[in-house]
């Protein structure tokens, strides 16, 4: 436990060993968890949720530097192959991460996607609890925007920031009906162009009319259509996104969206959401290990004889997946 | 099972209740299935992913009109909340649409994200078997291209599409660092406009320097580079994806689009590869129906009052989430 004391007093490359630790889930991995669940619940995560192009990591790092000079120590996870803080960057991008990336209160990880349903979810709380229980006041998780495992990811946070830009043509602009419902605070970037105001309005418009799902027929063909990523969704909620326009690579409006954070994160606490949000992330982690956990202890009672021929019997469509998951379960002792 | 029988005649109706009654999973939804997978198989599964402001929908649109010209029964499974498919569209789009929503020979199916991790990669490995046991020669599967379950849902795909746009930022250029590793056939659409070229040669670039991860100190800290979203590049492939341009708008680059995907489909055939895949698959859809099934079991022994309970003390950080999961399954029987 030497190596979870050094990290809780922030010790950077014991956090990074620490991580690669949990992310192995080796022996030494449950005592760590245990450990350093007890000193979490500090931090705010933040969500920063945007389709490539809309500048969102620009956002993160301007944000970032934003806490940095209000003294916070600053995580920030990328999960998105598109992210400069994953490498899939230009040259330019990473010029400004430099900055973050030479300042010791700052702590970037990159999350790869493993190949396996669900894993980056969870990985992602992993390391998003080493960076609260190393000390970090505020964690910055960027994610695409688009797709479930994302969606999962953002709903973990305590605000998700929604990230658009104007003119990056209309079928981007339809992403909206669906991520809208995971916003708390909805930022137009790249405002200096042309069509902030558009981008703005047609927001505002979205918001007034609410996302709901409904089912139409269409030529015959049904169709359901506007369906809401409902994460947040479930529960009512009295909070209205604000809509703010930024220029992240000039830093202007960055401390409106440092502000209606804030705001939002007030509003959390003083209401029941906060607490809502936060036991259902809970419910949601723990399904998740006990997904992972129920399936590993079946494939260390089955001879991987066994589960090749079951595969071989469903490739020549003896038997169909989930037939051959109930014999398989029903061998167990 | 009259039902069934219908639905495996190509009954539209009953194909469509017959997709209801396996996602709602109710009581008749396993003998379903059995049944429909002994149909299955003969269906050529194509993913078409790709970013917002790619074309992808418009590309899937006419890529099924020119399967429907060689007399081929097209299916369209949109798993993207931006597609005009789901709904999420422009008028311009849903008018090209109106041609396929008309032809008995399309049928055209959008998957609602269900807010729960994985469940969508499944229920659209059910809609794709109904379909391959109705006599849908081609199943087009349109995803976003982002986000791991879309990921996991292209691997499931016989042939992967992956679109490109020219001028859509430096952001999204980046994308194909991690999605290059599921293409099969890559596609630059939109190619009457500036930059058609470049982005064909970047991408030929990118095919030529392999996406290999490696890690990489920077300014002391480290990050992994270049990770490739890894869905089929286990095992080693002798196939080099061809780059194609295409103007969808205009019916434009279809035909060598579909000599592609042909070729690819006899080059999976004369290897191992297809096998491999195949299997993959079937192994990835098996442990999937696993982990849901023994969570369910699982929450059935369950008290609801435990479940509570274990939330709260997880929530006032008494114990952590992997340990709470250890204890639940202690209990069991």
């Not at 030494?28 to 969500?47: K, M, S």
């Not at 991460?97 to 790869?112: E, N, Q, T, W, Y």
């Amino acid at each position: 436990m030497e190596l979870v004391n050094q990290a809780l007093s922030g010790n950077r490359r014991a956090m990074a060993r620490l991580i690669s630790q949990v992310e192995n889930d080796n022996s030494l991995a449950a005592a760590t968890r245990a450990t350093i669940y007890a000193h979490t619940g500090r931090a705010r995560v933040i969500g920063v949720t945007g389709a490539p192009g809309t500048g969102k990591s620009t956002l993160v790092c301007e944000l970032a530097k934003a806490y940095r000079h209000a003294g916070q120590m600053v995580g920030i996870i990328a999960v998105d192959p598109t992210s400069p803080f994953t490498g899939g960057a230009i040259l330019g991008d990473r010029i400004r991460m430099r900055d973050l990336a030479g300042d010791p209160g700052v702590f970037i990880r990159s999350m790869a996607t493993r190949g396996n349903l669900g894993g980056l979810a969870r990985a992602t709380a992993d390391v998003t609890q080493i960076l609260d229980a190393a000390g970090y006041d505020v964690i910055l998780v960027e994610t695409v925007g688009a797709g479930q495992s994302e969606v999962d990811i953002a709903r973990a946070a305590d605000t998700t920031l929604v990230v658009e830009a104007p003119g990056l043509g209309d079928e981007v602009q339809a992403i909206k009906a669906g991520i809208l419902e995971i916003a708390d605070v909805l930022v137009v970037n790249k405002a200096d162009r042309d069509g902030a105001a558009n981008a703005v309005r047609a927001l505002q418009a979205m918001l007034d009319l609410g996302a709901t799902p409904r089912t139409v027929s269409h030529h015959g063909v049904t169709m359901t259509v506007g369906v809401p990523v409902s994460a947040h969704s479930d529960s009512a909620s009295d909070w209205r996104p604000p809509i703010l326009q930024t220029v992240a690579l000039e830093g202007k409006g960055i401390t409106k969206v440092v502000d209606a954070i804030a705001r939002h994160q007030a509003y959390l606490a003083e209401s029941d959401e906060g607490e809502t949000r936060r036991r259902a992330r809970i419910k949601a982690e723990l399904e998740a290990i006990l997904r992972e956990t129920l399936l590993r202890r079946l494939m260390k009672n089955l001879a991987p004889a066994d589960l090749a021929k079951t595969v071989d019997r469903i490739a020549a469509r003896e038997i169909d997946p989930h037939t051959a998951a109930k014999e398989l379960l029903a061998r167990l002792p």
